[in-house]
């Protein structure tokens, strides 16, 4: 589980940044501090908060709503309490509870001016309250019975799951005799009463209202009691709506969104030209490496098996530049012929190919004299022989077929 912090604001305190919280965990409660938001904001970072809002600045009241519905529950309460209210219902943060089994609605309703400002103040200093709920509704309960907190100033009075009030102490008898009196369905029988040993005997008085009072001392400060008790279901939440952790994260969301829909699509583009140009260098080496085959084949019709059609290549050339050791290999004869084919105008090499000292050239010459010439210039100059296997007439040009072996 989470570390949690649980803060409020010190009930007479000279600024609403004075404070004191309390932390749990795995192995229980901490130690109580007090001190300024500020030192409160280092501790809160990286846990869970929870806020206590003080009971006497909200009413929390009851109403009879029938709609089910939690949309039209929400907006029918503004109607139910607008008589209840001293000021406009519009100025009012309204939060509904859970429904009790005989359809009436607990309600928290406090002042959204003031409601804000406690939000905006733990905001100052970065402090983001996961639950923000009634001290009132932190106080210990156990059906049947009602629970008396002597809170250090103030007298909390819970007198059902998810109602009660916040009661001074020097009127706490009128008020908790005013209150027994309008609980005529559910009257309770027993008074816990929460208080410091030393404060005890000031509460007995209360016995004659017809309770029986069962002592419990307190033996830490209340926020400790408060914040053993917090995290129950019948806490009322008072981040409702657009103030919920929930509602925050969509209006961020919501405020990133276009840039996230431009980086997605930025990124969608990107891709698709990366899968483009894969594509595209694939087929370009597909066309190569057939290419790179096909000239193979035309240099070594006698291969059989073609794998690496690169290395082959480089391997057979290799063969034919060192001719088996001896002279008369293939690059002997091209560096003896190559000259003389250079030297002969107009004269085009279709192709060369060699094969046991033989070397076999298809040419294009523009008559059969510069033909003629180059076999006597092979023979003469080159040292080599030179004869024509073939020769064809084609427009304006000799197609022919030369056959050049070493010189015997």
């Known amino acids: 589980m989470l570390d949690t912090v649980f803060l409020r604001f010190i009930r007479g305190g000279s600024a ?30 990286g846990m869970r908060t929870i806020f206590l809002a003080p009971a006497e600045d909200m009413l929390i009241t009851t109403v ?4 089910r519905n939690r949309q039209r529950l929400l907006q029918a309460l503004p109607y139910a309490l607008e008589e209840r209210l001293a000021q406009d219902v519009e100025d009012m943060h309204l939060v509904p509870g859970t429904r009790r089994s005989d359809g009436i609605v607990p309600v928290v309703a406090v002042d959204r001016v003031r409601f804000e400002r ?12 996961e639950r923000m709920i009634p001290d009132l509704l932190a106080t210990p309960y156990a059906p049947g019975s009602w629970t008396l907190l002597d ?10 799951a998810q109602e009660g009030l916040a009661i001074d102490p020097d009127n706490l008898a009128v008020v908790l005799a005013s209150v027994l009196e309008e609980a005529v369905e559910v009257h309770p029988t027993q008074l816990r009463v929460y208080a410091p040993e030393e404060y005890m005997a000031d509460f007995n008085g209360l016995a004659t209202l017809g309770l029986e009072i ?37 209006k961020l969301y919501r405020r990133w969104l276009p840039a996230a829909v431009m980086l997605g699509t930025l990124l969608v583009l990107n891709f698709s030209v990366l899968l483009y140009d894969y594509l595209r260098l694939s087929h370009e080496e597909t066309q190569l490496r057939t290419s790179i085959e096909n000239t193979y084949r035309e240099a070594f019709p006698e291969a059989q098996r073609i794998v690496d059609p690169r290395a082959q290549m480089q391997r057979g050339l290799e063969a034919l530049r060192h001719g088996g050791g001896e002279s008369g290999g293939f690059m002997d004869m091209l560096r003896g012929v190559a000259p003389l084919l250079s030297q002969t105008p ?26 003629d010439a180059l076999v006597g210039r092979v023979s003469s100059e080159a040292g080599m022989r030179a004869e024509i296997q073939s020769a064809s007439n084609v427009q304006d040009h000799i197609e022919a077929r030369l056959q050049v072996r070493a010189a015997p």
């Open 118 to 129: 406690w939000l905006t103040i733990l905001r100052e200093y970065d402090i983001e309250p």
């Open 151 to 160: 809170d250090e100033g103030m007298v909390l009075l819970r007198t059902d």
């Open 64 to 67: 009879d709503v029938p709609a």
């Open 214 to 250: 069962l002592p419990e001392p307190l033996p830490g400060p209340p926020i400790e009691a408060l914040a053993a008790h917090a995290e129950s279901a019948a806490a009322i939440d008072l981040l409702l709506g657009k103030y919920s952790r929930r509602e925050r994260l969509g």
């Open 346 to 371: 107009g004269l085009q090499v279709q192709r060369i190919s060699y094969q046991e000292g033989r070397l076999d050239l298809a040419l294009v010459a523009p008559d059969l004299q510069n033909l």
């Open 16 to 45: 609403p940044q004075v404070c004191e919280w309390i932390t749990t965990s795995d192995h229980g409660l901490g130690e109580t501090m007090r001190g300024s938001l500020e030192e409160a904001s280092a501790v809160c970072a």
